[in-house]
C-alpha cells in the first residue's frame, strides 16, 4: 500500500463525510421555524383577591373539583 494511495482514501473520505455534513446543515435549515411571538396568548382573568379568613375543607374541595 503506497502512501499516495491512503492519502486518497483519506481525502475521499474527507469529502464524503464533509458533503453529508452540508447536507444535513442544508436541511435542518431549511425547517419551518415557528414563531414564538406569532400567536398571543389568550388574556387570563384577573385573579380574585384573596380575603383574609381561612378557608374550610369544604371551599378548599369546591375549588379543586372546579379546577379538574
Known amino acids: ?15 464524503i463525510v464533509g458533503l453529508v455534513a452540508l447536507l444535513v446543515a442544508a ?15 389568550s388574556s387570563a382573568e384577573p385573579q380574585q383577591p384573596v380575603s383574609s ?7 378548599v374541595r369546591e375549588i379543586l373539583s372546579e379546577d379538574q
Open 1 to 15: 500500500m503506497s502512501k499516495k494511495s491512503s492519502a486518497g482514501k483519506l481525502l475521499a473520505v474527507g469529502l
Open 27 to 41: 436541511w435542518k435549515a431549511s425547517k419551518p421555524v415557528e414563531d414564538p411571538w406569532e400567536n398571543e396568548p
Open 53 to 59: 379568613r381561612e378557608a374550610t375543607v369544604e371551599e
